[in-house]
């Protein structure tokens, strides 16, 4: 919580006008200060002093030196799906960094510097015109900022890597309110610390990332009737993939959506978002035994799996309407007595809507050495995250033990994703950032955020 005294008079007086870009100031009284908090999932009673949205770095590194010496905490929103809104505390500076949405792509060079402000969808949308590709995760609607400074675990995961397995170059604003262009030959060891070390280390206004040429990738859902052996056996023919082939399986009760056959709506199913981006033609083969699993469990529901460019295959995002509680885990792999548990959580669960989604990682990801990035965790098989969702606060909050107790029966690795943790519990982040990672983390702060003016994240505190 901030012990700032910010009033809506001290931010405009001090970023209203002046040589920076024209900064919109949005305060609890203004208009489109309840839109601009508004984040995914919703339900988190966050109210910041103000809401800042500069238009350029220089605006950014003024909102800092002012939070700085306001002693207010400062809090970063790009796409607005932090999970469960970590770092949305009450009374803080929040900048706002929508307004950075500009992408300047060098085709030839097979580099892209974009704002940091974009969201995933924008972003793959506009480098994708060139049949180009910078890996993000499942969704569109997510933001560039946070999933890449977490990591980034998507659908081109296995065979192109992480997000930051892409990123070449950062432009920074750190505490004191300097601008930093930083790579692999400036400030490395900070651009080590952007990659995976959350927002810890500054404010990123502009991401420079590597293009993959993909103009196409085969990609799609398969959906198959809920059983243990369908749920192991997809997690199992995933693993054994190649790495050109990501899944992200979920175990679910299939939803009333137009697209689910109604006989299966409210019923178990197995739902596997598949992304094959190897060579095309080879597709159905890759896919055969998973499609094998299908049919060993009586047939697909639907197989929508088709060729398109990758930002087609990105899900739009859940667009608002649910409050929801996550947890993560690491797991080794999942057995046919591991599936039945959580298909039978899933039946007898209290929760309006529930799933556990499972991410085979393995391939590119683990080509990575742990040390080269703040993402250490590139041996990890498995990433999983168990969801609980409903319509308030006071209703999800009671499904909390639920998907608490269901992760930690999950989980037979420590450690965990800082994309997807849900709250600032500091142990968390002690397993999001082990050993030398958190000491290295923890020096950077010291060197960059003395004062951890930014700690309203995953927070590595200073050493
Ligand atoms: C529907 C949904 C789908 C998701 N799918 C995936 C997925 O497939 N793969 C995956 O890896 N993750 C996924 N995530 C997790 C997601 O990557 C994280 O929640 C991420 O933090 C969201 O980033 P954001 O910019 O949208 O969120 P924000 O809430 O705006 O930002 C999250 C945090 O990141 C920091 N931050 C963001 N941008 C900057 C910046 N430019 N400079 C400094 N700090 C910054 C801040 O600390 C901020 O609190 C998903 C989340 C949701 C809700």
Same mark, same amino acid.
């Given at each position: ?10 931010? +405009? ?39 800042? =949205? ?11 030196? &002012?939070?700085?010496?306001? #002693?207010?905490?400062?809090?970063? +929103?790009?796409?607005? *799906? ?38 995933? %969808? ?14 993000? %995760?499942? $969704? ?33 604003? $750190?505490? @004191? ?7 692999? @030959?400036?400030?490395?060891?900070? &651009? ?6 959350? #927002? ?7 991401? =420079?990332?590597?293009? *993959? ?13 809920? $059983? ?6 997809? /997690? ?22 137009? &697209?689910?056959?109604?006989?299966? *709506? ?11 981006? #190897? ?11 998973? +499609? ?5 469990? #009586? ?6 799996? *088709? ?25 080794? !792999? ?28 393995? %391939? ?28 308030? /606060? ?14 930690? =029966? ?8 800082? !994309? ?18 958190? @000491? =290295? ?12 003016? &930014? ?9």
């Amino acid at each position: 919580m901030s012990t700032s005294t910010l009033t809506p008079a001290s931010v +405009r007086s001090a970023l209203e006008g002046g040589p920076a870009g024209s900064t919109t100031i949005l305060t609890p009284d203004d208009d489109g200060y309840e839109a601009a908090r508004a984040i995914e999932p919703g339900g988190v009673p966050w109210q910041p002093a103000a809401i800042v =949205r500069p238009t350029d770095t220089a605006g950014v590194a003024r909102a800092v030196r &002012f939070a700085r010496d306001a #002693g207010a905490e400062v809090s970063v +929103r790009a796409g607005g *799906h932090s999970a469960l809104g970590v770092g949305r505390d009450h009374g803080a500076l929040t900048i706002d960094l929508r307004a950075l949405d500009a992408i300047d792509v060098d085709v030839d060079g097979r580099t892209a510097w974009a704002g940091g402000g974009l969201t995933a %969808g924008a972003y793959s949308s506009a480098v994708g015109r060139h049949g180009l590709v910078t890996p993000f %995760g499942d $969704t569109a609607s997510v933001g560039i900022g946070g999933i890449t400074l977490a990591g980034g675990i998507g659908l081109l995961a296995r065979s192109r890597g992480l997000t930051i397995d892409s990123l070449v170059g950062a432009e920074v604003v $750190t505490a @004191d309110g300097e601008v930093l262009q930083v790579d692999a @030959d400036h400030d490395a060891e900070l &651009f080590w610390g952007l990659r995976g070390g959350g #927002g810890n280390l500054g404010v990123v206004t502009r991401f =420079r990332y590597a293009l *993959h040429e993909l103009p196409t990738v085969v990609g799609g859902m398969l959906l198959l009737p809920g $059983t243990p052996e369908s749920l192991a056996g997809m /997690v199992a023919a995933a693993t054994e993939a190649p790495r050109e082939l990501t899944v992200i399986i979920m175990a679910m009760s299939a939803p009333p959506m137009p &697209f689910v056959p109604a006989e299966w *709506h409210g019923r178990l199913v197995v739902m596997a978002n598949v992304c094959w981006s #190897g060579d095309p033609a080879a597709a159905d083969a890759a896919l055969a035994p998973l +499609r094998a699993v299908a049919t060993a469990a #009586g047939g697909a529901i639907l197989d929508t799996v *088709h060729p398109a460019p990758y930002a087609d295959h990105l899900e739009a995002g859940p667009g608002g309407g649910i409050v929801a509680t996550a947890g993560a885990f690491f797991a080794e !792999g999942l057995d046919e007595q591991a599936a039945a548990h959580v298909l039978a959580e899933l039946e007898s669960s209290p929760a309006m809507m529930r799933a556990v989604q499972l991410r085979v990682l393995g %391939g590119a990801v683990a080509d990575v050495p742990a040390d080269a990035t703040a993402f250490a965790h590139r041996d990890v098989p498995l990433l999983g995250y168990v969801m609980a969702a409903g319509p308030s /606060v006071e209703v999800v909050d009671g499904y909390k033990p639920w998907v608490g107790a269901l992760a930690e =029966r999950l989980r037979d690795r420590d450690g965990t994703y800082t !994309g997807f943790v849900g709250d600032g519990d500091p142990r968390l982040a002690r397993a999001a950032y082990p050993g030398a990672t958190w @000491d =290295r983390l923890a020096a950077l702060k010291r060197t960059y955020d003395p004062g951890n003016l &930014f700690r309203g994240n995953l927070n590595v505190p200073p050493a």
